[in-house]
């Protein structure tokens, strides 16, 4: 069982920048991909970001393409996902999840899910 503990959100203003860290407690960490994923209120679940289990290849939704970065830590058991020229339809809750496929840019085949941190973008 892998548990995910998600910290970093919060309130920020249109532009400017947060980063988001995702531990997690399984030793077996670096067998996993990562990923984020976010719910806006009144929305479904959405595929972020997606990191490989060596780092080496990520995946972007097309709405943060270029704006957000998805990195892991494989010796401090950690992901992270930076997050620059934050616009206000960035708001929602972000998930942590892990997975033993390549991707997963659908919710219910994620294995693993963090309990969230909310990002609050004001315009």
């Known amino acids: 069982q892998v548990q995910l503990v998600e910290s970093g959100g919060g309130l920020v203003q249109a532009g400017d920048s947060l980063r988001l860290s995702c531990a997690a407690s399984e030793r077996t960490f670096s067998s996993y991909a990562m990923g984020w994923f976010r719910q806006a209120p009144g929305k479904e679940r959405e595929f972020v970001a997606g990191?490989?289990?060596?780092?080496?290849?990520?995946k972007y939704a097309g709405s943060v393409k270029g704006r957000f970065t998805i990195s892991r830590d494989n010796a401090k058991r950690t992901q992270y996902l930076q997050m620059n020229s934050l616009k206000a339809e960035d708001t929602a809750v972000y998930y942590c999840?892990?997975?033993?496929?390549?991707?997963?840019?659908?919710?219910?085949?994620?294995?693993?899910w963090g309990q969230g941190t909310q990002v609050t973008v004001s315009s």
């Open positions: 990191v490989s289990v060596s780092g080496g290849m990520t």
């Open positions: 999840v892990a997975y033993r496929a390549v991707f997963v840019t659908t919710a219910s085949l994620v294995e693993y």
